[in-house]
């Protein structure tokens, strides 16, 4: 179990400096190191970056990227394609309901594929798509001016940017677990896994005694904090590890100002 554990983190490092190495290998040594550590922590965030996430869960800031929303129509005898609406343009009952903005649940892969298949934007829908669709041309009830589709589109580089996250994520876990880890000591506990992902997914150092065992017995490891918890001393239960994740720069599509194009809709769309 020793040599195993120590051969997981060497082969950890290595793939997640090695780009040619799917990430998806690199979480799947992570949910076993997990297991070997005692660390459900860890186990269970690798195991959801690997199944995807459920509805009830909660995501990794990382996942949501900026969108545009869109909307592709029939205009008199032309069709218009990818024209952005703004959210406040939308029937009012579910106005509030969708933003420029999308949480990416799937398995890891599949937004990798997704991204690597694309030839250009991504383009997402939403459950209650085609409904949103029926109301909008209801409510405009022109024939001759009916939105056909609706959805956002993501820039396919920010799609590709979490699988480089979740890499980033893993190298500084293992950067933190061998620090943190004294010579002669095989086996993370769980307490050093738990403290190692900690850091490296909300950067917050805070200090902990670890009491590891050595080849020469006993022996306690402090790894010194750089900056004080502000909420250690608060009374309320921490939230989750994911909703605490560190977001990168998420690059925001569609936000600029489209007025115009608005207005040139609303025309035909009687907004």
């Known amino acids: 179990m020793e040599e ?11 793939d997640v400096l090695n780009g040619d190495v799917p990430i998806q290998d690199a979480l799947r040594k992570v949910v076993i190191l997990g297991g070997c550590s005692g660390s ?44 952005p609406i703004d959210p406040s343009a939308l029937p009012e009952p579910i106005r509030d309901q969708i933003a420029e903005s999308v949480t990416l649940r799937m398995p890891i892969a599949e937004i990798e594929k997704t991204a690597r298949d694309a030839e250009g934007d991504v383009h997402l829908t939403f459950g209650n798509s085609v409904a949103v669709a029926e109301l909008m041309n ?40 061998s620090q943190s880890m004294p010579p002669g000591q095989e086996i993370p506990s769980a307490q050093q896994a738990n403290h190692a992902f900690h850091v490296a997914v909300t950067g917050d150092r805070a200090q902990i005694s670890i009491q590891a065992p050595t080849t020469s017995g006993g022996t306690t490891s402090t790894i010194q904090s750089t900056e004080q918890n502000a909420n250690e001393n608060s009374p ?36």
């Open 138 to 177: 209801r409510e405009n009830g022109d024939p001759y001016q009916q939105i056909i589709s609706i959805y956002w589109r993501v820039s396919r580089s920010s799609m590709a940017a979490i699988g480089d996250q979740v890499r980033t994520v893993l190298a500084e876990f293992v950067a933190e677990l």
């Open 40 to 83: 459900s922590e860890l186990r269970e965030w690798a195991n959801k970056e690997l199944r995807g996430y459920g509805p009830e869960d909660d995501v990794p800031e990382y996942r949501t990227l900026g969108a545009s929303l869109r909307i592709d129509a029939i205009v008199g005898p032309r069709i218009v394609r990818s024209q």
């Open 4 to 14: 195993r554990a120590q051969e997981l983190i060497r082969q950890l490092e290595q």
């Open 236 to 271: 309320e239960e921490d939230p989750p590890l994911w909703r605490r994740l560190r977001r990168p720069g998420v690059i925001l599509i569609g936000i600029a100002t489209i007025v115009g194009t608005i207005a040139s809709l609303g025309q035909w769309l009687k907004w």
